[in-house]
């Protein structure tokens, strides 16, 4: 079982940035993909970004060209740097990991963005 911390989260006004970092432990091995999901309140959770262990990133078209997902291998850990942040990037983030295990979750930080 993979457990995720996560941190970073806050409040921000509009165009501002935060950075959220995403952190593996556990009994597992070969993670094949970290990311980040969002759920403003009242919507569906949705992808933001995937990291690919180096390989491939994916981005919604919300974010593209404002987030950037990376991550360190030996660490097991992705980050998300989110720059010019508006008041609809608000919601809960969520990370995630796919591994040898089940697809794990983390407990989620808010990320608040004020107009």
């Known amino acids: 079982q993979v457990h995720l911390v996560e941190s970073g989260g806050g409040l921000v006004q509009a165009g501002g940035s935060l950075r959220l970092s995403c952190v593996a432990s556990?009994?597992?091995?070969?993670?094949?993909?970290m990311g980040w999901y969002r759920q403003a309140a009242g919507k569906q959770r949705e992808l933001v970004a995937a990291y690919n262990r180096g390989r491939t990133t994916t981005y919604a078209d919300s974010v593209k060209g404002r987030f950037t997902i990376s991550g360190d291998n030996a660490k097991n850990t992705v980050y998300l740097q989110m720059n010019s942040l508006k008041p609809e990037d608000t919601a809960v983030y969520y990370c995630?990991?796919?591994?040898?295990?089940?697809?794990?979750w983390g407990q989620g930080t808010q990320v608040t963005v004020s107009s």
């Open positions: 556990g009994n597992f091995f070969n993670i094949k993909t």
């Open positions: 995630y990991a796919d591994s040898s295990a089940p697809r794990s």
